[in-house]
């Protein structure tokens, strides 16, 4: 199996980067071979060769800079969302997927358009939050942090609905955006380890059968803790 | 008379507040309701010093006002750490005269580097210390850049800007600005020419994203640097870390004045060389610094040496959410040479706010860990599990490391009969709940 993180390097907010080793590390415990590349800015990768992408958080400057940059990908990225390709999208990157990016400034980015939805962004207030998101694919909620400051409205298929948190944009109760096997989130740092029944769900869609997860006891059990105390946090407030 | 009223109203406040044990930041808070503008009605020192910055803004204000106050100035410093607007009111006021006259030579603040914009409306300072610029506290802060932007907001003109040269983030604070000083460390024997770290927040020019290229690191992406693209660079210092002995706990500034440390991190030398630059700025010489320096122990509870049963011990006061302030710490233990077994506690992740986020593990970096001088791994707190998956994305042998969800438990396993000395790693939210079971060296 191959996987491809990319913009590893400047799109790695807070840890991200662990999504890649869980992946990684679900694949071997299952018995494949697993190789990851790691590319960037100045490298130009065959989209077409990965089994499974990851693209993380960065800098609202990082951001902008690397959708330059990701759009020579464009068709390609396209391709693989219609072939049905796992791909995973956290923090910020998946708003490069969309029509538009306004930033706090006013100046407007165009996004690669494989979305209808637009993002605003502004530099006066930081929205943060611990997250519980649900959704229809998973029984089990999914815990995490989100980290903006941006509005993304025009969202048509969400990923998650918010029991606690922050939605798309100011009053939505939804999150994210998929299509396909493309999961879109604003949860940053490693979501998948915080949330072992969404890496064994993605790594089953890779492999077309269930993975090994007996090994997953310290993260069943962290996850755990993780939803009892925000659970205990919003029943407070 | 409203200037009057509202300065006598946070003495009486802050009386009070001292009687009770409360913190200062009310009587500022009501300062400030009273009267919004108060602080600039007031009439201020010659000297108006602000240090900001992400880690060691704490100590940094504490050695600046130890070696001033050493050599006869007086300092009024908000010693407290009541780094916002509201503390910083409290200060101005209550080490006031009644007519406004704040009584000492040199007004010294500590500032929150989210929220300076608004205390440096009113108040603005001659000298501006920024330390560093990291990864801290995400639940808060964002991320380095956003928290650069806010600060950038702050610097007004006529204020000397002193900054961290090998900071790359920083140091572009001075770009295009004249009345800068910048104070660094030169090539040092604990370099390194590859990066340490978990990730790179020095791999892209702050000014033009184009991949920087470094000659040294002194530890994780601070060092020397430059952009070919847009020609930035690591600038010139005026006051030098110019050799750093670790083996012998020294350090030298500007190749004459060697300071014997009591810490021996990089981290508190920083630290060291930001006071010293400050005060030679304010007229203190440099044999004087380095006198007053020589073997000082931060009165501020960061380190504290104890013993557990008949163990010694030092607890290295970390925070949480800042991979870089452990990854100091870490550096610390790593270099026990006569090995020691090692303490981690996450169970509140924040004393001041809530957040179950536990992200920034991953940025630490733990394998520095996996060395002979570490002996034993203890894990401990609410958690322990995080640390414990955290952990299994090192190469540290299983069976070196131990879980405890109670940190009670865990401190009645370590009061062992156990030689090694004992390294204890946590952040302020969570120091307390294993000091009750030490006893804390005077």
Known sequence: MKILHLYHDIMNLYGDYANVSAMKRVLEKSGEEVTVDKLSLADTAVLADYDFIYIGSGTERNMHYVLEDFKKYADDFKACVDSGKVILLTGNSFEMLGKTITDAQGNVYDGLGLFDFTVTEQNKTRMTADAVEACDFLTRPLVGFINKCSEIKGVKNPLFTVTMGLGNHDGDKNEGARLNNLFCTHLTGPVLIKNPHFLTCLAEKLLGRAPESDWLTHERAGYEITLRELRKRSQSH | ?442
């Open chain 2, 1 to 442: 008379m409203k200037k009057f009223l509202t300065i006598l109203i946070c003495k009486l406040l802050r009386f009070l507040g001292k009687l009770i044990g409360k913190g200062s930041s009310k009587p500022g808070q009501v300062a400030l309701k009273l009267c919004p503008d108060i602080l600039s009605r007031m009439q201020l020192p010659q000297y108006i010093i602000a240090v900001t910055g992400s880690n060691g803004k704490t100590s940094t204000v504490e050695m600046i006002a130890h070696i001033l106050q050493k050599n006869g100035k007086k300092v009024a410093w908000n010693r407290e750490g009541s780094n916002q607007i509201e503390g910083v009111t409290t200060l101005v006021l209550a080490g006031s005269t009644l007519g406004g006259k704040v009584k000492a030579d040199i007004l010294l603040i500590e500032s929150d580097e989210r929220f300076a914009r608004y205390t440096f409306k009113y108040i603005k300072p001659t000298h501006y210390v920024i330390t560093n610029l990291y990864r801290d506290q995400l639940t808060r802060n964002g991320h380095p850049e956003w928290v650069y932007d806010a600060l950038a907001d702050s610097i007004t003109d006529g204020t000397q800007l002193i900054l961290n040269a090998d900071d790359p983030l920083v140091s572009s604070f001075g770009e295009g600005r004249d009345n800068v000083v910048w104070f660094g460390a030169n090539r040092l024997s604990t370099d390194t020419d590859t990066l340490e770290s978990v990730y790179n927040d020095g791999a892209y020019c702050p000014i033009c994203k184009a991949p920087m290229i470094y000659s040294a690191y002194h530890y994780n992406h601070i060092g020397h640097y430059r952009c070919d693209n847009c020609g930035f660079y690591r600038r010139n210092t005026k006051y030098t870390l110019t050799s750093f002995d670790m083996d012998r706990g020294e350090m030298t500034i500007d190749n004459r004045h060697t300071i014997h440390l009591a810490l021996k991190s990089l981290y508190n030398i920083y630290n060291i060389l930001a006071a010293y630059t400050v005060a030679s700025i304010v007229g203190v010489n440099g044999a004087e610094i380095a006198a007053d320096m020589n073997d000082y122990v931060l009165k501020n509870g960061r380190v504290i040496t104890f013993t557990l049963g008949s163990r010694k011990g030092t607890m290295l006061t970390s925070k949480h959410e800042n991979s870089i302030s452990y990854d100091q710490s870490i550096r610390v233990a790593s270099a026990c040479k006569e090995g020691c077994d090692v303490m981690f506690i996450v169970d509140a992740v924040s004393r001041k706010y809530f957040t179950s986020d536990v992200s920034w593990l991953y940025d630490i970096d733990f394998e520095m860990l996996n060395n002979p001088n570490i002996h034993e791994i203890i894990l401990a707190g609410k958690y322990v599990n995080d640390l414990a998956v955290r952990f299994s994305y090192t190469d540290i042998p299983n069976s070196k490391i131990k879980l405890f969800e109670s940190i009670d438990e865990a401190a009645d396993y370590l009061n062992s009969d156990r030689k090694e000395y004992l390294y204890v790693i946590t952040c302020f939210s969570d120091k307390g709940k294993f000091l009750v079971k030490v006893k804390e060296e005077q």
